[in-house]
């Protein structure tokens, strides 16, 4: 009976040094995917939530961290699905989003972020906030290496044209 105590407490000193190291990146990486820190902070919470869930399972995994982060983002695209058609109203109504991100900068790099496909803001996030190799994101992603390369670059250029845009407004 001591064993089963140990390895449950071991299991949880175990999981609590995961979290510990790594939810502060999971959080860094869903907000600069969809924007929103809430979002971003809930999702997480989820994802690591389900994680302790099935944790005897989950620490076997060649990247553990990699199966928190899919979950984030995956809970997250639901909710923010939900959420976008919401904030979309507001903005045609003229309500302004009150809460952000605190510099200038960071908010201009957010709202490009928001104008790219969910497919290129993905990997665009994955790589330059996760800082996930291309072929990390094709694994997690399940989508060809090339792929994951072409959004990249499709992602590098339009997020380039919106902050470009986002400077001179008027040409």
Do not use: C
């Amino acid at each position: 009976m001591q064993g089963v105590t140990m390895d449950a407490q071991s299991a949880e000193a175990e999981f609590d040094a995961f979290y510990r190291d790594t939810s502060r990146r999971v959080v860094h990486l869903v907000y600069a995917f969809t924007g929103d820190l809430t979002v971003a902070q809930d999702s997480t919470q989820e994802a690591y939530a389900r994680a302790w869930q099935q944790w005897p399972s989950v620490r076997t995994h060649d990247d553990p961290l990699a199966w928190v982060r899919t979950v984030a983002r995956r809970v997250a695209i639901s909710g923010w699905r939900r959420k976008t058609s919401q904030d979309r109203a507001h903005e045609r109504h003229g309500a302004r989003d009150t809460t952000g991100p605190p510099t200038e900068d960071r908010v201009a790099v957010v709202a490009a972020l928001r104008t790219l496909p969910e497919p290129v803001r993905e990997a665009v996030t994955m790589h330059y906030i996760g800082d996930l190799s291309i072929d990390q994101i094709a694994h997690e992603t399940n989508t060809p290496a090339g792929t994951v390369k072409a959004r990249l670059h499709r992602g590098r250029a339009q997020l380039a044209q919106a902050l470009q845009h986002q400077e001179n407004p008027h040409g």
